[in-house]
């Protein structure tokens, strides 16, 4: 099946609106021996926000995503500073690398090795906050090493991780849930459970008053 970009523009209920890359998740599949296996521990992805938060909301992302990067540092700060500081809301971040992107899961590597040292959201930033990356083609092995020197991260520990590919698995198992899910292009977000095709910090202040007024 052939690979290609659909470019959707969500429009939002109160004026904006939301940009959604997409890409089929179908393509054909990698030799056997090339498949990456499904980790099995449980991992359910990185969070911010208190567990007793009364919403929660899953995103599904793509680090090399260019409309993932304007939510992430646009949007998100503003999410995190009226929702997710006051307890209001809790916020889930699962990988959801697309295939047409070369260095998606490599980059999700990356967060992940951060993760290993306490250093998720750090990392996370930095991939999205420094995107010139994701435009370029060329590898960004020495450049996320940056990255991992600007967070502070032990470096030999971090490039034993990245050589070794340890959360590969865990990877690919946050790419079968989101399929399953029914995911089909990034940045998606579930409100406890449910799709929600909005992506303004006005969107989800809205949703998340209303839902907080109903649960009281």
């Known amino acids: 099946m052939k690979r290609f970009y659909v470019l959707l523009a969500l429009v939002?209920?109160?004026?904006?609106g939301a940009m959604w890359y997409s890409s089929h998740r179908k393509p054909a599949p990698p030799p056997a021996a090339a498949r990456v296996v499904a980790a099995t521990d449980g991992f359910r992805g990185y969070t911010l926000?208190?567990?007793?938060?009364?919403?929660?909301?899953?995103?599904?992302?793509?680090?090399?995503?260019?409309?993932?990067?304007?939510?992430?540092?646009?949007?998100?700060?503003?999410?995190r500073e009226q929702l997710i500081a006051p307890g209001?809301?809790?916020?889930?971040?699962?990988?959801?690398?697309?295939?047409?992107h070369r260095y998606s899961r490599y980059a999700a590597l990356a967060a992940q090795c951060a993760g290993e040292q306490g250093k998720f959201w750090e990392m996370h930033d930095q991939l999205f906050e420094h995107h010139q990356w994701a435009q370029t083609g060329k590898n960004p092995r020495?450049?996320?090493?940056d990255f991992a020197r600007a967070v502070g991260l032990d470096l030999d520990?971090?490039?034993?991780?990245?050589?070794?590919?340890?959360?590969?698995?865990?990877?690919?198992?946050?790419?079968q849930e989101g399929e399953a899910a029914g995911v089909r292009g990034t940045p998606s977000?579930?409100?406890?459970?449910?799709?929600?095709?909005?992506?303004?910090?006005?969107?989800f202040k809205a949703l998340v008053d209303s839902l907080t007024k109903k649960h009281k």
């Open 88 to 100: 209001k809301l809790r916020w889930r971040y699962r990988d959801f690398p697309l295939p047409t």
């Open 189 to 203: 977000f579930y409100v406890n459970g449910r799709p929600f095709e909005r992506s303004t910090s006005d969107d």
């Open 142 to 145: 020495s450049l996320f090493q």
């Open 12 to 16: 939002a209920a109160a004026g904006g």
């Open 49 to 79: 926000g208190v567990e007793s938060a009364p919403v929660e909301v899953t995103e599904y992302s793509d680090f090399e995503c260019p409309f993932c990067a304007s939510f992430a540092t646009v949007q998100m700060p503003v999410i």
């Open 157 to 175: 520990k971090y490039d034993a991780c990245m050589d070794g590919q340890r959360y590969a698995g865990r990877i690919e198992a946050s790419v």
